[in-house]
Structure formats: C-alpha cells, structure tokens
C-alpha cells in the first residue's frame, strides 16, 4: 500500500485532487492511501506517510516541511502548479509514485 499525504493551506483544495487520484488508482488497481490535510496538521499527519505533496499556494513552505521530514525519510514536493489548476489526478499521483518507488 502506498501512503500519499497532500497539504496545503487548509485541506480543502487538496481534498478535490485526492478524490479524481484516488479514482485513478482504482483504474489502475493500485493499493493507495491518499489524504488531504492543512499545514497546521503536518508534525502530527506526516510520519504516517511515504510522500508529501504541496498545494502551490503554499509552497513556500517546502524547505522548512522537507527538514521536518527528512529524519523520517520522507520527501515533500510541490504539487506541478498547472497539474494542480487543472486537477490532473492521473500524473498527481504519477508524481507521487515516481517519489516513493
């Protein structure tokens, strides 16, 4: 099973995108776990998870989560901003996968 947490300002942008990438994990037959939180439940969410991904509305974050998650071994990217606009769950979860495998 993969473990796909998305972040952003307060979940709820991210929650749309999760719905379309969990659909397409489904077409693929694939085991994921993907969920959506706010930036104030990162700490808490984080280690359960085997990649992080962005919402670009806050990727100015990005350094100050990866150092938070590099002793868990855990990489947090930003999420591809036009992929994001469009809600292009198929390569979401393309991006997360490259990251984990």
């Known amino acids: 099973?993969?473990?796909?947490?998305l972040c952003c300002s307060a979940g709820m942008s991210t929650s749309m995108l999760v719905k379309k990438m969990l659909v397409e994990a489904g077409?693929?037959?694939?085991?994921?776990d993907i969920k959506a939180f706010g930036a104030v439940e990162f700490d808490e969410?984080?280690?359960?998870?085997?990649?992080?991904?962005?919402?670009?509305q806050i990727k100015y974050?990005?350094?100050e989560l990866a150092a938070k998650a590099a002793?868990?071994?855990i990489k947090v990217q930003a999420?591809?901003?036009m992929d994001y606009g469009?809600?292009?769950?198929?390569?979401?979860?393309?991006?997360?996968?490259?990251?984990?495998?």
């Open 1 to 5: 099973m993969k473990k796909i947490m």
């Open 27 to 32: 077409n693929r037959g694939l085991a994921v």
């Open 45 to 56: 969410q984080m280690p359960k998870y085997q990649v992080v991904l962005l919402g670009p």
């Open 61 to 63: 974050m990005q350094q």
């Open 71 to 73: 002793p868990y071994g």
């Open 79 to 81: 999420i591809d901003m």
């Open 86 to 101: 469009m809600q292009r769950g198929d390569k979401v979860l393309d991006f997360a996968l490259s990251m984990i495998d």
